[in-house]
């Protein structure tokens, strides 16, 4: 297939909000956050911009694939909000890193990272461009209801990017979507209008959590199993197993029926929570700076979230 990782990057907020803290202002406990998800910490933005959180992450990308911005052929974020609705996050990323070529926004939830990496292997691989920037960025803590204990523990912000360019990296990748506006929903807010009545739709997060639970190990065990065939690959062949990092049972349930080993899951939900499209690239940055992985590992990444969407590939390094 078309692409090779040759850069990865991250940034996250300053502010660390644990659970003790958030136990202050609703009824939860550090005890049943720990348990039911796996969260310790998570980032909040208090001040940082999405924009600003992505050019960093960016910037960090960029330096490790040594490259310049002037090279990139094309910028895709994944995002399901900005700071502004028109430019697009894409636009104000090319703007501060001094980069010359289109760039777009898209949004497939949690699974927008996936959705990235797919649009770039059909762009690259048809020859229209060579080099590619790809952002998975949400600050989830701007729609969350703070007074529902149900979703506001379960979220923190962030951005992780990676620089892909033509080469033999990726060995497969599948996406999915089943238009769904009831277990996951985040409401838009518009404008009054003279013309007419627009909808009044909760701007919160709103989620039902165990019918979600159900679809997330459904997807991971099915798209896993999926790209591994169509790679050709088997779970000893792979160094890490690397999931949206929603919640730690549901990837410790698709881990042992897939039979990966511990040592095999790739975890970074106890200190980003989750960090919907940003979740995957940032816990990839993470895991090549300590060493842990390495060129020419192979990986298999698992995506799910709102639309319903799903996504998952396999990728040597
Ligand atoms: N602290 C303490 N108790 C809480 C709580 C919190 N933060 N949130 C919910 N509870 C309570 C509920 O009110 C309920 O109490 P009740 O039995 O008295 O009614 C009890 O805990 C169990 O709630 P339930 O929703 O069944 O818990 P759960 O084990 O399903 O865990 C989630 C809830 C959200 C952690 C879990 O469903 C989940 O992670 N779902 C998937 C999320 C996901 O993958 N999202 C993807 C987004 S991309």
New binding site residues.
């Given amino acids: 297939m078309s692409f090779q990782i040759v850069g990865t990057g991250r940034a996250h907020p300053e502010f660390v909000l644990n659970n003790d803290m958030?136990s202050q202002i609703?009824?939860?406990?550090d005890e049943?956050?720990v348990a039911?998800?796996g969260i310790n910490t998570r980032y909040v933005s208090t001040h940082e911009t999405i924009t600003e959180l992505s050019v960093k992450a960016a910037d960090n990308a960029l330096s490790k694939a040594g490259i310049g911005a002037k090279d990139l052929d094309l910028i895709l974020c994944a995002t399901m909000k900005g700071d502004y609705a028109c430019p697009s996050l894409a636009c104000l990323v090319q703007k501060e890193i001094g980069a010359d070529c289109p760039a777009v926004d898209l949004n497939a939830?949690?699974s927008g990272f996936l959705y990235a990496l797919d649009q770039a292997d059909a762009y690259i691989a048809s020859g229209k461009v060579e080099t590619v920037l790809i952002i998975g960025a949400e600050l989830m803590t701007r729609h969350l209801d703070w007074t529902d204990?149900?979703?506001?523990?379960?979220f923190g912000d962030g951005a992780g990017a990676v620089v892909v360019r033509k080469g033999h990296g990726l060995k497969s990748i599948k996406i999915t979507a089943k238009g769904d506006d009831e277990l996951?929903v985040i409401g838009n807010t518009f404008c009054p209008s003279p013309y007419g009545k627009q909808p009044k739709l909760d701007p919160h997060f709103r989620?039902k959590?165990?019918e979600?639970?159900k679809f997330?190990v459904t997807s991971v065990l099915r798209d896993v199993k999926d790209v591994m065939k169509m790679a050709g690959v088997e779970v000893k062949d792979v160094k890490m197993l690397i999931p949206?990092q929603?919640?730690q049972?549901?990837f410790q349930v698709a881990k042992e029926k897939l039979g990966f080993s511990d040592e095999q899951l790739a975890m970074g939900i106890d200190h980003y929570g989750?960090t919907?499209s940003a979740s995957i690239p940032l816990l990839l940055d993470e895991l090549i700076e300590e060493g842990k992985l390495k060129p020419g590992d192979i990986i298999v990444m698992s995506a799910?979230?709102?639309g319903l969407t799903t996504g998952a590939c396999v990728i040597e390094l």
Avoid: E, K, Y
């Fill in positions: 958030l609703v009824d939860t406990s049943w956050i039911r998800t939830a949690c204990r149900s979703t506001c523990v379960l996951l989620m959590g165990g979600v639970f997330a949206h929603a919640n049972r549901v989750n919907s799910f979230g709102g």
